[in-house]
C-alpha cells in the first residue's frame, strides 16, 4: 500500500505543480496581451529626410542644367535665316543645272 500512497502523493505532486506552472503562463499571457511594444523610428525618420533633401537637391541640378541647354540650343542659331534659305536655293539650282547639263548630253 505504501507503494501505492507514493505514487498517488507524486502524482498530486505533480498535477499541483502543473497546476501552479499554467496559472503562471496564463498570468505571463495577459501580460504579453497588454503589453505594447513601440518601435523607435526616429533615426528613420531622420535618414528619410535626408534623403529627400538629396533628392530635392539633385531635382534642382537636372531643372538647372535643362534650362541651360535649351538656352544653348537657343542661342545656337549660328546662320541667318536669310542665309540657310541662299545656300538651300543654290544647292537646288546647282543639282538642276548639273541634271540639265546631264541631259543635255546624253539628250
Known amino acids: 500500500m505504501t ?14 505543480d502543473f497546476k501552479n506552472t499554467l496559472e503562471k503562463l496564463e498570468g505571463l499571457n495577459e501580460q504579453l496581451k497588454e503589453t505594447k511594444i513601440k518601435m523607435d523610428l526616429t533615426e528613420y525618420k531622420t535618414l528619410i529626410e535626408s534623403h529627400q533633401q538629396q533628392m530635392e537637391a539633385h ?12 538656352d544653348t540650343i537657343k542661342k545656337a542659331k549660328i546662320y541667318p535665316n536669310w542665309a540657310v534659305v541662299v545656300f538651300i536655293v543654290s544647292l537646288v539650282l546647282g543639282v ?12
Open 59 to 70: 531635382l534642382k541640378a537636372v531643372k538647372n542644367f535643362e534650362y541651360r541647354f535649351e
Open 3 to 16: 507503494k501505492l500512497e507514493e505514487l498517488t502523493a507524486l502524482l498530486v505532486n505533480e498535477t499541483t
Open 96 to 107: 538642276g543645272g548639273v541634271v540639265f547639263l546631264v541631259l543635255s548630253y546624253f539628250g
